[in-house]
């Protein structure tokens, strides 16, 4: 299994040249973010808690509502461990956790009670038993590939981070000069382009100016809504 580590001046790169239109960055947040984003990217569909299955949860939750403790949850398979830990922030405010705390920490230090873990687990099932849905609402004749981890998720994630940081908006622009380039050329386009073919993950500059273009796109929609 390859690493998901990559290079630290990949990061220091990123950040210099982001660093250019935003004087004032915040470096240290804005490497923890990027790289949240960037191993989040490497992930893909092959790994982390998008890769299981919904069935895959929900076998993982049924097991545990056998043996409902804290310290199982450590031991369910990635889609259910995140489904059992989204259910449990739904019933907060929770006895078990402290003002201030995490569930997170809470679980860590064996705090959250039986009924509790049991409450949230048949939630999450519930949840996961719930067909997804298209983008127009309706319901998804099958459950497809988890769009978290995709090229369209990255740019669109490393499109959004590049307009708060910067405080101006992502522009799709094709043009070098007088001439047409399959790269996109803004400096946001080519900031997130650089990212992704650092990354080695999509070494077409196509595809990638295609899925800005699409984001600014839909963001234009959203704002004219």
């Known amino acids: 299994m390859p690493s998901l580590e990559f290079d630290g001046p990949d990061l220091d790169r990123w950040i210099d040249e982001l660093s250019r239109h935003a004087p004032d960055l915040a ?19 092959e790994r982390g808690p998008e890769a299981f299955t919904r069935k895959q949860a929900r076998d993982g939750l049924n097991a545990f509502l056998k043996h409902p403790t804290a310290q199982a949850v450590a031991q ?11 259910a449990l922030w739904s019933l907060a ?9 995490s569930i997170e920490q809470a679980l860590f230090e064996r705090r959250i ?35 978290h981890y995709t090229l369209e998720w990255t740019v669109a994630e490393l499109c ?9 908006p992502v522009t799709a622009s094709n043009l070098s000069g007088a ?7 803004s400096p946001a386009g080519a900031w997130v382009t650089r990212i992704l073919t650092d990354l ?18 839909r963001r234009k929609i959203e704002n004219s809504s």
Not at 27 to 45: M, N
Not at 93 to 101: I, M, T
Not at 160 to 168: A, G, H, Y
Request: hydrophobic share 35%.
């Open 113 to 147: 009670k039986q009924a509790t873990l049991k409450s949230a687990a048949h939630i999450a099932l519930e949840t996961l038993s719930t067909p997804p849905k298209k983008r127009d609402g309706s319901a998804a004749k099958g459950q497809g590939r988890p769009r």
């Open 93 to 101: 405010p929770l006895d078990e956790v402290g003002v201030g705390d």
């Open 27 to 45: 470096k240290d947040s804005a490497r923890h973010q990027l790289y949240s984003i960037a191993i989040s990217h490497l992930c893909g569909h």
């Open 179 to 185: 001439n047409y380039s399959q790269e996109c050329t």
């Open 200 to 217: 080695g993950a999509h070494p077409f500059p196509a595809l990638i100016s295609r899925e800005i273009a699409r984001y600014v796109r």
């Open 76 to 86: 369910l398979n990635g889609g259910a461990e995140i489904a059992l830990i989204d």
């Open 160 to 168: 959004k981070f590049w307009e708060m940081t910067v405080r101006r």
